[in-house]
């Protein structure tokens, strides 16, 4: 029987407020522990939380970026468990009355679009993080993060393969950087996934019994998880046997995923309306003013990409899928370069320079201008596409800028006819077998004659030019 995935994912986003989203205490990464603490976060007796405005507005945002309807009243609600790093004995969140519902997110996989439904938008708060000492069974916890402000997207279970899961979250996460509102820094723990899968039997509508999947802190992490537990229930399924309901974690280092514990249901949480907060109430005004803050979003850029700048889709989706390089690329295009030109030295040489040395973008040892620059003295024939090459390493290692490069090391692309006619006439000498055989029809080493000549020009001489002496000296 063949079998399919049915995948449904839970993302927890950090929201970039200064404070946390019911007390005044900084959200700053980093601090020491149990610094950034008051009474309210701490769920001392007798304090009571207030709602951080900026928080639901970038909650809005979110809403409204996804296509989803915002609920003009949202309630906060208690879910109740107990656990070391959650001092009141429950977190604040959202439950009947979320504030958004039935967004989608599309994604672009091998060439084909599809939507991926979001069932609902909700705020809510951290918890702490508990720290484990390797060397004795002792933890220790850290309140920093309790009370740090969340949004949960909760995707609907339109998913059928891992990489349409990675996909996605790569996509959720782009607009919430484009938005300004999340960092969705992995590491950092303020982009977080959890992972709903079951398989059903190929053409059936019911879905299967559903594992919980966690500890899934990279987007490759999140595949591989996936794509090992889609085989365990399938083995499991293939043998007679029935997936149990369950939270497992990740294991990243044996690849597998392994048991928790028995997965909840949402009346295990005994979920209550929170007595201190009143209900959040969104007036169309508001909505409407934030409305107004959204910037122009990946989708529309791509597609201002293909359009204005004449870009192919692949090159269009590549640039956009992060703000600062889609900002880089208008940067080097504004500078001077043609758009192609730009995207072409973006997605390879420099992308592959950053992704080497792990260094963000806007953190570039090249410039969008001097890329720009660089581009300008290929096109104007004053280096050839070979030594421009060379000038980029130079550029990355100094930051100095292209045309400085090029004067210093004297690499002037040589256009003068007279001299590669000469260097032309010394590679023709020294290679009277290679230019028999080309006489004799292996037009094929034209380009082996072409590569002598560069190399006894040290690569300056004109490329096209040399093409053309050469071939009216083979004649």
């Known amino acids: 029987m063949e079998f399919e995935p049915v995948i449904g994912l839970e993302v927890h986003a950090q929201l970039k407020s200064n404070t946390k989203i019911f007390c005044g205490c900084s959200t700053a990464f980093g601090a020491p522990p149990n610094t950034h603490v008051c009474p309210v976060c ?17 909650a809005l945002k979110m809403a409204l970026a996804t296509g989803c309807v915002v609920s003009k009243k949202s309630r906060f609600a208690r879910k109740n468990y107990f656990y070391p790093d959650l001092p009141k ?5 959202q439950y009947e009355l979320p504030i958004a519902e039935h967004g989608a997110v599309e994604i672009d996989l091998d060439g084909k679009r599809k939507r991926i439904g979001l069932t609902r938008i909700h705020m809510e708060e951290d918890a702490g993080k508990l720290i484990h000492d390797p060397n004795r069974p002792v933890s220790f916890v850290d309140f920093n993060r309790t009370g740090v402000p969340l949004i949960e997207i909760v995707s609907e279970p339109d998913i059928r393969s891992p990489e349409e899961a990675g996909a996605y979250l790569r996509k959720l ?4 950087r484009y938005l300004g509102i999340s ?3 992995m590491e950092e723990g303020s982009f977080r996934c959890d992972a709903n899968v079951s398989i059903r039997a190929q053409g059936t509508e019911p879905f299967g019994i559903r594992t919980e999947l966690k500890n899934l802190n990279s987007f490759k992490h999140v595949e591989n998880a996936l794509a090992y537990e889609i085989r365990r229930q399938q083995a499991v399924a293939a043998e007679g046997g029935r997936v149990v309901q369950e939270t497992r974690l990740w ?12 997965k909840e249901e949402a009346h295990d949480y005994r979920y209550f309306p929170d007595p201190d907060l009143l209900p959040l109430m969104i007036e169309d005004e508001w909505i409407e003013s934030v409305q107004k803050t959204l910037p122009e979003l990946p989708d529309e850029k791509k597609g201002r990409f293909e359009t204005v700048y004449g870009l192919p889709a692949y090159d269009a989706g590549v640039l956009t899928a992060s703000k600062e390089l889609a900002d880089f690329f208008e940067a080097c295009v504004s500078a001077g370069a043609g758009a192609k030109s730009a995207s072409n030295w973006i ?4 992308l592959g320079l950053l992704h080497a040395a792990a260094t963000p ?14 581009i300008g003295l290929i096109e104007n024939d004053t280096i050839s596409g070979k030594i421009a090459k060379t000038v980029f390493d130079e550029m990355a290692a100094s930051s100095k800028a292209p045309a400085v490069i090029v004067e210093e090391k004297g690499l002037v692309q040589v256009t003068d006819a007279g001299a590669i006619e000469a260097a032309v006439d010394a590679v023709l000498a020294r290679c009277p077998d290679e230019v028999e055989a080309y006489k004799g029809g292996k037009t094929k080493l034209l380009g082996f004659f072409v590569g002598q000549v560069m190399k006894e020009t040290r690569g300056k001489a004109n490329p096209k030019l040399a093409n053309e002496v050469l071939k009216a000296k083979l004649k």
């Open 173 to 176: 996460r782009s607009i919430l």
């Open 89 to 93: 004995g429950y977190q604040i969140s």
């Open 183 to 185: 960092d969705g820094n």
């Open 251 to 262: 294991d990243p280092e044996r690849s597998r995923t392994v048991s928790m514990r028995g």
């Open 347 to 350: 997605m390879g040489p420099l």
């Open 42 to 58: 701490l769920g001392m007796p007798g304090m009571l939380p207030v709602l951080n405005r900026k928080v639901v507005e970038y």
């Open 361 to 374: 973008v806007e953190e570039s040892p090249v410039s969008a201008d001097h890329l720009a620059e660089l």
